[in-house]
Structure formats: C-alpha cells, structure tokens
C-alpha cells in the first residue's frame, strides 16, 4: 500500500514509518518539525530513515519537491497549509492515511492555546477534506487517553462518556473523534480513532516523564514526582502501539445497520503501573537511586489512566512487553544516544 503518515519526524510516527517499510510498504512522511522539543532529536529521527537534515529542513514549494529514500519519502509541510496539502494529495493518490501529526502535551496547552486549534483543529479539517476528496479507503487518526479526564471508572472503556475533558489538548482530540463521525457520515470515508495511553521508548518525546526521569538520574538531579506520587499509568511500550496501529490498518471499520464506518479504539497496555514502580524500573537500568521532589497534581493531569483493549483484542492485537523489559531497552537506547 501506498501510505501517508503525518508527524513522520514525531515518536510515533518515527516508529511506525520504520515498521510498515520493513513490511514492504511505499510511506510518504510530512512533518512540520516545529520546535516543541529538540529539532534535532526529529532530525535523527528521519536520518535513521534515510533522510539528511539539509534536506529534511526545506518546507514543501510544490507537490514534486518531495526528498526520498528507497521506499520512504519526506515532506515538510504543516497540515493548515491549504494549497500544498490537497497539491500532495492528488499528486501522490494514497490508499490510506495515518494522522499522527499534532501539537502535543496537556500542559502546553494551557499556555499556548492558539497552537493547539491551529495545528489539531484547522490542521485536522484539511486532513479530512483531503481524504474527503481522493478517494482515501481509510484514515486513521491519534486520539489520546486524555479525552477520558477525570472518569472515576475504570478500566476506561471508548463506551465511556467522554464529554468533560479538563485540558484544551483533550478538548482537541474529543473534536477529532466528533469531526471524524461527521465525515463517516456523509461521505462514507472509514475512520478509526486511536487513544494512545502513556507511549514509551527508544526515539521518545523529550517532555515526557520518562525522558525527563532519564535524563534527571542521568546528571544526578532531583526528579519531579506529581500528585506526592499517588498516580498510576497505562504505560505502553512503542512497539505495542506500533502493533495496535498496523492491526487497525489492516482491518478497517466497515458500515453497518446504517451506522457509518466509524470507531474509536483504545490502545494500551491493559494493565497500569504505578509511577513509583516505574521510577524504580528506571533506578534498577541505571543502577542508581533518583533524588525525588515530591509536588502536587498539575493542572489538566489525572491520577490515573487505565485501557480496557477489549476490542482491539478483537483484531489480534496483545500487548506483550512489561514496564521492567520496556524501560531495560529506553535506558540502553538513551545511554547508547546520549553516548553515556
């Protein structure tokens, strides 16, 4: 298949990229590369991909500028650029899209709200319009784990009432989903909505907790633990969401009983961890015990996250790696890229 994958320079979309060409499939990558985090971190990203960094940081002038290497291709571009985006789309006539591109983290979004319509809203509406007119056989879109709030059941079920999120990047993400049934609706287009619950790895955000944790015990400095540390997680190591992506794509939402070709589905661990015993896993791969600065719960923060993957299951899909295996191989990955 010949498929588009935005956010290709992001974590996710790094990963996934990797993945779908060693099974054999043409990826076209865009990316924004904005400066969130570390630029350079995105840039060896796409170098691991094949694509040099002076070509990556040249933004799209025509849909036949794009740099490629063997299999994969690459694009910088943002999603609200109305012209270039549909140029791409009709130019390279896809048969599936993965839209991982957006601007992420729950506390940014409090203080940079404007980013967040620009980029998750407007950006995601020219995705769909796109789709809307190339005959795109399905979209598949990151949702997150944030849109449940502050749901006191758990585990979090996509049957769950969703409408109270207590963060505008949750707000966002509840709007793609809304967004996505509409064009289900009218125009048949199969959409799949995926809630990420706490991705973890080799290649991870720098503004996450556990590359902030890493590099803390790293240079011996005090870790900041929220909420006095009373928070549990559905931590997800890379490869599982990886997998729960390529089972999704390989298996698209159909219409039935007059129900558009839509859904939303969880892709987790099944099974969450507590944030001390996550600490402790990072503590045993560096041999050290960090210094913790307990503080309270943030803004837009939850106590606690936890999938139900039910219905993914369905599919086939089984997440297979514990937090100890999964934090073992991140902390050698960022030893090796740190040169620690």
Known sequence: MKILVTGAAGFIGFHLSKSLLAKGHRVIGIDNINDYYDVNLKYDRLKELGIDKNEAEKFLKSADSVTSAGQFSFVRINLEDRIELPSLFEKHAFDVVVNLAAQAGVRYSIENPETYIDSNVVGYLNILECCRHNNIKHLLYASSSSVYGEN???????????????????????????MAHTYSHLYGIPTTGLRFFTVYGPWGRPDMAPMLFAEAISKNKSIKVFNNGNMSRDFTYIDDIVSGIEISLENPSVQSNKKPAYRILNIG??????????????????????????????????????????????????????????????????KQYNKI
């Open 152 to 178: 006191k059941k758990v585990p979090f079920s996509t049957a769950d009432n969703v409408d109270h999120p207590i963060s505008l990047y949750a707000a966002t993400k509840k709007s793609n989903e809304l």
């Open 269 to 334: 661990n099944g099974s969450p961890e507590s944030l001390g015993d996550f600490i402790k896993a990072i503590e045993n791969s560096f041999g050290k015990e960090a210094n913790k600065e307990y503080l309270p719960m943030q803004a837009g923060d939850v106590p606690q996250t936890w999938a139900d993957v039910s219905e993914i299951q369905k599919l086939g899909y089984e997440s297979s790696t514990g937090i100890n295996e999964g934090v073992a191989q991140f902390i050698e990955w960022f």
